[in-house]
């Protein structure tokens, strides 16, 4: 079993609240408020920026060429491919770049940002791709289920482009590389004490993940 697969099955429900918040069901249906998607998208500019830097300090903690390359490649992609998308969709919300910029960052985005980094500076190089994973995988699972699902809302959703672009080939590489990445990494550094360690990480970063769609629905 992918190492992935293991840390989502012992995460339980933690897992389950997360691709299963009332936001992601908001989005399937088109009945997500739109407050609360206006700012979560402006709250992930600022995490976008955060996790740029997380990529960064993957780079610091590899210890080969090849795994160095790798994180330089996605913090080249977020930096100057992903923030871009992202700001190019939130203009067709009517939120442009410098109103993202001068927001102040939720509690949630701090929380979540800071102890992706925090985990990453105390751990290695696994510990911090372990902490990262939540995202990197999640929405990609998220966006695959709900594209396949026959419930979810397609005329007239709202957020369809975004369950769209989570689903999507492009992005389903991105997944498909950081799940075969995570088994890279966990040669020759997973042991069974390791693995409890591992869990306690990938489960807290997934709770952060559900507090960041519940910030968006206290928000509206």
């Given at each position: 079993m992918k190492l992935f697969n293991r840390l989502k099955e012992a995460a339980g429900t933690d897992w389950q609240d997360y691709v299963g918040h009332r936001f992601v069901a908001g989005l399937a249906d088109g009945s997500l408020?739109?407050?609360a998607f206006r700012h979560y998208l402006?709250?992930?500019?600022?995490?976008?920026?955060?996790?740029?830097?997380a990529w960064a300090l993957a780079v610091y903690k590899a210890d080969n060429l090849v795994d160095m390359?790798?994180?330089?490649?996605?913090?080249?992609?977020i930096l100057n491919?992903?923030?871009?998308?992202?700001?190019?969709?939130c203009a067709g919300f009517g939120i442009g770049p410098a109103e993202m910029e001068a927001a102040p960052e939720d509690v949630a985005t701090m929380a979540y940002t800071r102890y992706v980094l925090e985990t990453g500076l105390a751990g290695d190089v696994l510990d911090l791709h372990v902490a990262l994973a939540p995202c990197v995988i999640g929405y990609g699972e998220i966006g695959a289920r709900l594209a396949a699902d026959a419930a979810t809302k397609r005329d007239g959703n709202p957020y369809l482009?975004?369950?769209?672009m989570y689903a999507g080939d492009e992005y389903a590489d991105v997944m498909q590389g950081a799940l075969s990445h995570l088994d890279v990494l966990a040669e020759g550094r997973l042991t069974d004490a390791r693995f409890e360690r591992l869990t306690r990480i990938f489960s807290q970063a997934t709770r952060l993940e559900t507090a960041f769609w519940q910030m968006g629905l206290d928000a509206a």
């Open positions: 408020p739109e407050p402006v709250q992930d500019y600022l995490f976008l920026i955060h996790f740029a830097r390359r790798a994180a330089s490649e996605v913090v080249n992609g491919v992903e923030m871009k998308l992202h700001i190019d969709y482009s975004w369950i769209e």
